[in-house]
């Protein structure tokens, strides 16, 4: 494609709830990175996947968060258990490598309520 | 623990000003920096990417400059425009021997280009 796409680019869900995040990176580009952005804040980093496994997931805030690429290009960001702490904009990226420029999504926009 | 803050926090400026955006870094040990603008309600869109080993980078009317010894880098908007107004984003990458390979964000300077 010719952009990072996220899908949806607003949820709304309510507490407790389950919710899936999608996004598509640009063809070819084997890193992926999820970061979580609160209003007036940058973006704080989740997890990065280099190619189809997890290369570090320091950044997911517990174990209510989990997130996959079985695939190696399409990776979806889960939440279990939704909190209002939860409410953010969810950004991904990817890059062509871990060395290089990464290219953001437009976001997906979760309110918890 | 690499830090990155942006000053200062909020900017604005008449049409055709030149300015200077700052970003420091905690840690010098980074692999690179890059800066982002984001508008209202969207993502992030690239802006440069500067390279531990190089002093600066330019894309038509922005030059970004590092210094990673100092841990500093500026963004220098020639000429400023309204459709400049944005937030501008710095991040660093730390270097190989942290083990990882997110980048770390500022945040932000919110820029207002008047007319």
């Known amino acids: 494609g010719a952009g990072v796409s996220q899908t949806p680019s607003n949820k709304v869900t309510e507490k407790g709830k389950y919710v899936e995040l999608r996004c598509d990176p640009i063809?070819?580009?084997?890193?992926l990175y999820w970061y979580r952005q609160s209003l007036g804040q940058g973006p704080e980093f989740l997890i990065y996947?280099?190619?189809?496994?997890?290369?570090?997931d320091s950044g997911l805030p517990n174990d209510r968060f989990f997130a996959v690429r079985p695939e190696g290009s399409v990776s979806t960001l889960k939440i279990q258990r939704t909190e209002r702490g939860d409410s953010a904009v969810y950004l991904c990226?990817?890059?062509?490598?871990?060395?290089?420029?990464?290219?953001f999504g437009q976001g997906t926009r979760l309110t918890v309520v | 623990k690499q830090e990155v803050t942006q000053i200062p926090a909020a900017l604005s400026v008449p049409e055709g000003e030149n300015l200077v955006l700052n970003c420091s870094f905690t840690?010098?040990?980074?692999?690179?920096l890059q800066w982002f603008r984001q508008d209202p309600g969207k993502g992030l869109t690239s802006l440069l990417l500067?390279?531990?080993?190089?002093r600066e980078q330019t894309s038509g009317r922005l030059n970004a400059s590092l210094d990673k010894s100092s841990g500093r880098s500026t963004l220098y908007i020639a000429a400023s425009q309204p459709g400049d107004s944005a937030t501008y984003l710095c991040?660093?990458?730390?270097?190989?021997?942290?083990?990882?390979?997110?980048?770390?964000f500022g945040t932000g300077t919110r820029l207002k280009v008047l007319a």
């Open positions: 500067i390279q531990s080993s190089q």
């Open positions: 996947f280099q190619g189809t496994g997890a290369a570090d």
């Open positions: 990226a990817s890059s062509p490598d871990r060395d290089t420029e990464a290219f």
């Open positions: 840690d010098s040990a980074i692999y690179n």
């Open positions: 063809s070819g580009h084997t890193a």
């Open positions: 991040a660093v990458r730390p270097g190989y021997t942290s083990g990882t390979y997110k980048y770390i």
